[in-house]
């Protein structure tokens, strides 16, 4: 059994909170200019995963995220 109304939670290692922001990246080296792949965050870890992403150059934009499923997807 599933339980559809499950929160999303945060990217961060071990981390079980529930997730606000979406981190919008890319890796040049491998991905098209215009694809985003997502990372979750919550309130705690948002400057962390951000820091993590800006240091290599991979964070395009940090947005609300919006858990109804409607905002995009993980990966």
């Not at 981190?23 to 990372?39: A, G």
């Not at 965050?41 to 951000?50: F, G, W, Y």
Request: aromatic share 6%; hydrophobic share 35%; glycine share 6%.
């Amino acid at each position: 059994m599933t339980d559809a109304a499950a929160p999303d939670l945060c990217s961060a290692k071990g981390c079980q909170a529930t997730a606000v922001w979406q981190l919008q990246w890319n890796n040049p080296k491998i991905h098209t200019p215009d694809r985003r792949k997502v990372w979750l965050a919550c309130d705690e870890h948002r400057q962390s995963l951000s820091d993590f992403l800006i240091a290599r150059q991979f964070l395009k934009d940090v947005v609300p995220h919006d858990s109804t499923g409607s905002a995009g997807s993980a990966g």
